[in-house]
Nanobody, 119 residues
Framework: QVQLVESGGGLVQSGGSLRLSCAAS????????MGWFRQAPGKEREFVSS????????HYTDSVRGRFTISRDKALNTVYLQMNSLRPEDTAVYYC????????????WGQGTRVTVSS
């Protein structure tokens, strides 16, 4: 069983920065991929970024590449999403998720943290 707890959301002005954290509990994450997703009001949930726990291989959706950075701290079992140059269109609830490397579907989800970017 994997439990994920996000934190770090809030209200920020356009152009500002926030860092989201996802504290994860599990016996081992070596076979997992950790992801960040977001859901804006009235829209479907979308993929933002992911990182493989063991090798640190990262992926980003085009709209955040160059502005967001995903990282993980193995000692703290925590995944981060550093968000810079935030835009109003980044406003959403951000979710942390985890999946096994060999599967395609994220099976564990956090409760979400809200990010609001004002113009």
């Amino acid at each position: 069983q994997v439990q994920l707890v996000e934190s770090g959301g809030g209200l920020v002005q356009s152009g500002g920065s926030l860092r989201l954290s996802c504290a994860a509990s599990a016996r081992t994450f070596s076979s997992y991929v950790m992801g960040w997703f977001r859901q804006a009001p009235g829209k479907e949930r979308e993929f933002v970024s992911s990182i493989s726990w063991n090798w640190g291989i990262t992926h980003y959706t085009d709209s955040v590449r160059g502005r967001f950075t995903i990282s993980r701290d193995k000692a703290l079992n925590t995944v981060y999403l550093q968000m810079n140059s935030l835009r109003p269109e980044d406003t959403a609830v951000y979710y942390c998720a985890a999946r096994r490397v060999e599967t395609g579907e994220y099976e564990y989800w956090g409760q979400g943290t809200r990010v609001t970017v004002s113009s």
